[in-house]
């Protein structure tokens, strides 16, 4: 079995009109506040409950994903981009193990099937939070 790289990611775009109405110093504490968020929001578990449901793999996943984060064995990356349409606040956090090539080729649909938009509130800001699992063969 091919080694495979198993990532949840989670962004929240903040438009350009709203993040100079609110100002540089709120847009970084909703930045800082992001993480917290998709926590209390539950959004890797509701990923993760997604991919369980397409049968594609089992418990032994969610198993291997929460020891390795309550390990904190896990990689985990963070920021804020600046892009055309605003500024997107992103968070990724990724695991490896060894997986069937069937898993590989659903790359495409894993992504789709787990993606989760959740409408969340941020010190008086509206925003959606997109989130979903991506995988990728590990060369």
């Known amino acids: 079995m091919p080694r495979i790289r198993i ?15 609110v100002g540089e110093k709120k847009v970084k504490e909703i930045a800082s506040k992001f993480h917290s968020i998709l926590l209390r929001h539950k959004l890797l ?10 049968g594609l793999v089992g ?4 198993e291997l994903w929460f020891y390795e984060i309550s390990e ?18 992103w968070y990724f ?18 992504q789709k099937e787990t993606m989760t938009r959740e409408r969340v ?12 699992i991506t995988v990728a063969e590990e060369d």
């Open 93 to 110: 956090q990724w695991v490896y193990t060894a997986a069937p090539l069937e898993v590989i080729a659903m790359e495409d649909k894993i």
């Open 7 to 21: 990532m949840f990611y989670a962004e929240m775009l903040i438009p350009w009109n709203l993040a100079k109405k």
């Open 45 to 54: 578990e509701k990923c993760l409950n997604k991919l369980k449901k397409m």
């Open 121 to 132: 509130r941020i010190d008086n800001i509206d925003a959606i939070i997109e989130s979903y």
């Open 72 to 89: 904190e064995k896990s990689d985990v990356a963070n920021g804020t981009t600046r892009e055309k349409e605003g500024l997107n606040i």
């Open 59 to 62: 418990e032994w996943l969610r």
